[in-house]
């Protein structure tokens, strides 16, 4: 199994900060990555597809780079409706993995 | 709009067998794959496995001896039987749509194992 891990698990920030998440693979896994936002008691909710493919109706402010083993997820300034838990998914290979998730809180 | 929507008891007896039905609405069910996934209470996110229109499966080796998925196009939804439950498999259960990344999730449904 692909082991995906990020950091940090907890992000404490402002409005308006440029906030960047890292998440990194045990092995290359090209760019099959996926970034999903969560907030309590929702399904996750899909942001970037393709490491760095923006989903449709997804805001601007969101953007993801990356490529192999190391990926990141910016929000270049965050809004009040940011506040949330973020999770990275690999879909390179069976098993699909997602790392253990950032907590951005104020 | 696609939409997924859960289905089945929230309370399931140790031992016994968890069963799920996620209904497609919106959209066609056919020529996608579509996943189970669940969640314990403040925990992370676990694929449990996938199904294709085919009825092609991949499970998550971790449950594998335990997972059956199966998938009926004419009533537009797929559902999960997970065997010999324990606490361990109390969460919430989603199913999604693999595009390949999870584009449409449902609502989620919380199982709670307990006598």
């Known amino acids: 199994d692909i082991q995906m891990t990020q950091s940090p698990s907890t992000l404490s920030a402002s409005v308006g900060d440029r906030v960047t998440i890292t998440c990194r693979a045990s092995?290359?896994?090209?760019?099959?990555l996926a970034w999903y936002q969560q907030k309590p008691g929702k399904a996750p909710k899909l942001l970037i597809y393709r490491a760095s493919s923006l989903e449709s109706g997804v805001p601007s402010r969101f953007s993801g780079s990356g490529s192999g083993t190391e990926f990141t997820l910016t929000i270049s300034s965050l809004q009040p409706d940011d506040f949330a838990s973020y999770y990275c998914?690999?879909?390179?290979?069976?098993?699909?993995?997602f790392g253990p998730g950032t907590k951005v809180d104020i | 709009q696609v939409q997924l929507q859960e289905s089945g008891p929230g309370l399931v007896r140790p031992s016994e067998t968890l069963s799920l039905t996620c209904t497609v609405s919106g959209g066609s069910i056919s020529d996608y794959s579509w996943s189970w996934i669940r969640q314990p209470a403040g925990k992370g996110l676990e694929w449990i496995g996938r199904i294709y229109t085919s009825g092609n499966t991949n499970y998550n080796p971790s449950l594998k001896s335990r997972v059956t998925m199966s998938l009926d196009t004419s009533k537009s939804h797929f559902s999960l039987q997970l065997t010999s439950v324990t606490a361990a498999d109390t969460a919430v259960y989603y199913c999604?749509?693999?595009?390949?990344?999870?584009?449409?999730w449902g609502q989620g449904t919380l199982v709670t194992v307990s006598s």
């Open positions: 998914q690999q879909y390179n290979s069976y098993p699909r993995t």
């Open positions: 092995q290359s896994i090209s760019d099959w």
């Open positions: 999604a749509r693999e595009t390949p990344s999870f584009d449409y």
